[in-house]
């Protein structure tokens, strides 16, 4: 059974920075490229980042290139995205993503997804 279990969500002011992990199990974790997406109140999910199999590629959504970076540690079965110059803009619920793959850096499609944690940055 997979799962994949964020943490280290909260509030921030704007500018501030955070730190999300994602803890997966149940998978070969170094199969999959692993990816963070968010949803705002009202709004579609959208892809945030996406990092490949062995962390050597990257993928971020234009809206924050540049502010955020997406990481693992295959050893921890581990993915993180450290967040900084937070946004107001940047309120959403943070979900982290699997999805079994050979080379691509996939935006959309995943497989697996975790539960979210919220984050909220306050003006």
């Known amino acids: 059974q997979v799962q994949l279990v964020e943490s280290g969500g909260g509030l921030v002011q704007a500018g501030g920075s955070l730190r999300l992990s994602c803890a997966a199990s149940?998978?070969?974790?170094?199969?999959?490229?692993m990816g963070w997406f968010r949803q705002a109140p009202g709004k579609e999910r959208e892809f945030v980042a996406a990092i490949s199999r062995n962390g050597a590629g990257t993928n971020y959504a234009d809206s924050v290139k540049g502010r955020f970076t997406i990481s693992r540690d295959n050893a921890k079965n581990t993915v993180y995205l450290q967040m900084n110059s937070l946004k107001v803009e940047d309120t959403a619920v943070y979900y982290c993503?699997?999805?079994?793959?050979?080379?691509?850096?996939?935006?959309?499609?995943?497989?697996?997804w975790g539960q979210g944690t919220q984050i909220t940055v306050s003006s």
């Open positions: 149940g998978l070969t974790f170094g199969s999959y490229a």
């Open positions: 993503a699997a999805k079994r793959v050979v080379f691509t850096i996939p935006r959309n499609d995943y497989d697996y």
